[in-house]
T-cell receptor, first 114, second 114 residues
Framework: AQSVTQLGSHVSVSEGALVLLRCNYSSSVPPYLFWYVQYPNQGLQLLLKYTTGATLVKGINGFEAEFKKSETSFHLTKPSAHMSDAAEYFCAVSKAQAGTALIFGKGTTLSVSS | DADVTQTPRNRITKTGKRIMLECSQTKGHDRMYWYRQDPGLGLRLIYYSFDVKDINKGEISDGYSVSRQAQAKFSLSLESAIPNQTALYFC?????????????FGPGTRLTVL
């Protein structure tokens, strides 16, 4: 069975500081990994995804994530936080084959202070 | 126009009432999903459909039913609503022909059961 653990339900950073949101997964088969962002009162928007190939994945709004198989991790980073990054972030996993649904983590709320 | 739409966006109802939430998509995707979001629990899969004749239960299907009226429409019903079904409900779609299972989300329906 697959599962996702997001470490830290709330993360607070100052504007301009590094953003690090942690995600660990469990999967018995090669996974596809995703990060979604949810801004207040909105639906989920795909930030980035890892399927195969390069383990460092770049997404929208300056975010990136690195797939580390040995650590079963897919942490999300951004070098310099902006006030507009304040949102809830979800890590998700699916099996590396077509026809499976996503398993989501419980989410991490990012707060950015000036 | 949005690719994935949900109606209604907000609904308040009473215990025991039958409620239908509707989802429509213009993306031409075969696969459609219903999730519910609860604070601190992330998104959990209720039902999913890989085509009009293929409907599957998700993690938390008890108390819910679905109907796939056409490729573009997927409805979620609560036959007899109860207060613990108060949540934010999301519809999502994905493309069966794509190599990855990226899901695209609607804006959500906020349901309150009194």
């Amino acid at each position: 069975a697959q599962s996702v653990t997001q470490l830290g339900s709330h993360v607070s950073v100052s504007e301009g500081a590094l953003v690090l949101l942690r995600c660990n997964y469990s999967s018995s088969v090669p996974p596809y990994l995703f990060w979604y962002v949810q801004y207040p009162n909105q639906g989920l928007q795909l930030l980035l995804k890892y399927t195969t190939g390069a383990t460092l994945v770049k997404g929208i709004n300056g975010f990136e994530a690195e797939f580390k198989k040995s650590e079963t991790s897919f942490h999300l980073t951004k070098p310099s936080a902006h006030m507009s990054d304040a949102a809830e972030y979800f890590c998700a996993v699916s099996k590396a084959q077509a026809g499976t649904a996503l398993i989501f983590g419980k989410g991490t709320t990012l707060s950015v202070s000036s | 126009d949005a690719d994935v739409t949900q109606t209604p966006r907000n609904r308040i109802t009473k215990t025991g009432k039958r409620i239908m939430l509707e989802c429509s998509q213009t993306k031409g995707h075969d696969r459609m999903y219903w999730y519910r979001q609860d604070p601190g629990l992330g998104l959990r899969l209720i039902y999913y459909s890989f085509d009009v004749k293929d409907i599957n239960k998700g993690e938390i299907s008890d108390g819910y039913s679905v109907s796939r009226q056409a490729q573009a429409k997927f409805s979620l019903s609560l036959e007899s609503a109860i207060p613990n079904q108060t949540a934010l409900y999301f519809c999502a779609t994905s493309d069966a022909t794509a190599s990855t299972d990226t899901q695209y989300f609607g804006p959500g329906t906020r349901l309150t059961v009194l």
